[in-house]
């Protein structure tokens, strides 16, 4: 019979708030002073990747990319329809209203297309700050962390023949004994998954408003349809 696998448990209080340099530090000196028992290196790196594959593959704040994709086909759909409106109706003054109370709804139908453009325009702007590339710079102002350095932050940090250098000793080092190459990308593994975690975290709370303003903005939108078709009712479809 399958088991339920027992969850991780931590004894340390919920921890929600950014990722600091202090927090990611002490990790690093962790899994730098960590000796993976010998023998054991494959089977650490085998979970390790795989707990930074599940990590990446968690794309929930991608629908906020699909749902700007829908927003942009509404968008250019209803700005071609308000081109028209725009075209045949003249925005009213507040005399003309106030004494031709049909010239309400031109009125009424130009502020719902306003107010939809305004949201979406920035929640799209909240949503694009959201998704802009991560840049874990804990590491910056800090000594090398040479034990278990960022594992693609650090990269470009890093001589392209002092990076590879570092894998052939080590790869040379795994020859006989411990496996020191499998092992050091045990370590980081273990690192970047943390640090991919907390970046997709961040970036579902910022995008999070956005989302609720997009939703609002389809109101907006259905208030513009609704208006322009009471308008051409009310109005009639004489031009200016």
């Known amino acids: 019979m399958l088991r ?9 209080e919920p921890f929600s708030h950014p990722l600091s340099a ?3 530090g002490a ?3 962790l899994l ?19 707990g930074l594959n599940q990590v990446k593959a968690s794309t929930e704040y991608d629908d906020a990319r699909a749902l700007l994709t829908i927003v942009a086909f509404l968008t250019a759909l209803a700005g071609a329809v308000f081109n028209r409106f725009s075209s045949t109706y003249e925005l009213p003054r507040w005399r003309e209203m106030t004494s ?13 297309f306003g107010a939809y453009a305004v949201i979406v325009a920035t929640s799209a702007y909240v949503i694009f ?5 991560p840049s874990h710079d804990w590491h910056r102002g800090r000594g090398p962390l040479s034990k278990v350095p960022n594992f693609h932050s650090r990269i470009a940090d890093t001589q392209p023949q ?9 790869a040379n080092d795994s020859a006989v004994g411990r496996d020191n190459l499998t092992a050091h990308y045990a370590k980081h593994y273990i690192l970047e998954t943390y640090l991919v975690a907390d970046q997709i975290a961040l970036k579902l ?11 609002l903005s389809m109101l907006f939108l259905a208030g513009f349809i609704i208006s322009y078709g009471v308008t051409l009712i009310i109005v009639g479809a004489a031009p200016k």
């Open 4 to 12: 339920i696998p027992v969850p991780l448990k931590s004894t340390s």
């Open 22 to 24: 202090k927090d990611s």
């Open 27 to 29: 990790l690093v000196e």
């Open 32 to 50: 730098g002073d960590w000796q993976i028992p010998e023998g054991r290196e494959q089977a650490v790196h085998d979970m390790a990747l795989a």
């Open 100 to 112: 031709h109370w049909e010239k309400f709804w031109p009125a009424l139908t130009y502020t719902m």
């Open 129 to 133: 700050g959201a998704m802009k590339p």
């Open 162 to 170: 002092a990076w590879g250098q570092n894998l052939v000793e080590m």
């Open 205 to 215: 709370r910022k995008a999070a408003p956005a989302v609720r303003w997009l939703q």
